[in-house]
């Protein structure tokens, strides 16, 4: 009798943990729900994300090239941009130098110029005007940057949403000209539209958190950007 006595009893105790479990897990299944709302209009978010972007001084950008592009001899990049008060940049890539690859290479574009340590901990040496190489600065041109890469973009169509950086962002996919394509890369030489996607953030003054152009077949680069308008110091090297 005393073990048919002590059953019930356990289960009395324990019935209050078992209704913590029950309500924690009914917790996480709501903070985990999906945004089902319906997407919005996909052209009039890469308009309004176009014009936010085309406003920015300063970004940090995430680049990585998926598939070897030979005009463009960049694996990735990390680096912090600004064009003001004077357009300028610094961070670290593994890039393709004669034949060889070289990781965390650490650059500076200042005055126009690029300047790199092949060499981990050595001293930064003039490889002369940027835009022979890759003008990372570039990339916040109004004219020719990723405002740019925005509004060139034909056919947009909201396909989904994605965590980018911890936000939520719209997925959209479309094509971009040419012409946009060679202005943020003038090395691609471009000729024909490319497949394009750009993520852009639901909340706020939409900013593009993420982009991504596709010059030829399997062959992709990839723009993570985050601390829009965050401000960027890059001293000029000897300075």
Not at 124 to 147: C, E, H, K
Request: proline fraction near 6%; hydrophobic fraction near 45%; glycine fraction near 8%.
């Amino acid at each position: 009798m005393q073990i048919m006595q002590t059953r019930p009893r356990a289960v009395r105790i324990l019935l209050p943990f078992f209704a913590i479990l029950m309500a924690a897990a009914a917790l996480v299944g709501c903070g985990s729900k999906t945004n089902d709302a319906p997407l919005p209009d996909a052209a009039t978010l890469i308009t309004e994300s176009a014009a936010t972007t085309r406003s920015q001084q300063s970004v940090h950008l995430e680049l990585a090239v998926d598939g070897e592009i030979k005009e463009l001899p960049i694996a990735t990049l990390s680096g912090d941009l600004t064009n003001a008060p004077a357009v300028a940049a610094q961070g670290k890539a593994d890039i393709i130098f004669l034949g060889q690859k070289l990781t965390d290479v650490a650059f500076v574009v200042a005055d126009g110029d690029l300047y790199g340590a092949i060499t981990k901990g050595g001293n930064m040496q003039n490889f002369g005007p940027a835009t022979d190489i890759y003008d990372v600065s570039a990339i916040l041109n109004p004219d020719t940057g990723l405002a740019n890469i925005l509004a060139s973009f034909s056919d947009p169509q909201a396909v989904g949403r994605e965590s980018i950086g911890g936000s939520d962002a719209v997925k959209i996919t479309g094509t971009v000209s040419a012409e946009a394509v060679n202005k943020i890369a003038p090395q691609l030489k471009a000729s024909a539209p490319a497949p394009a996607t750009a993520w852009i953030r639901e909340d706020g003054d939409h900013q593009l958190a993420q982009v991504q152009i596709e010059p030829s077949a399997g062959k992709t680069i990839t723009m993570t950007l985050t601390d829009w308008g965050k401000a960027v110091t890059v001293t000029k090297p000897g300075s």
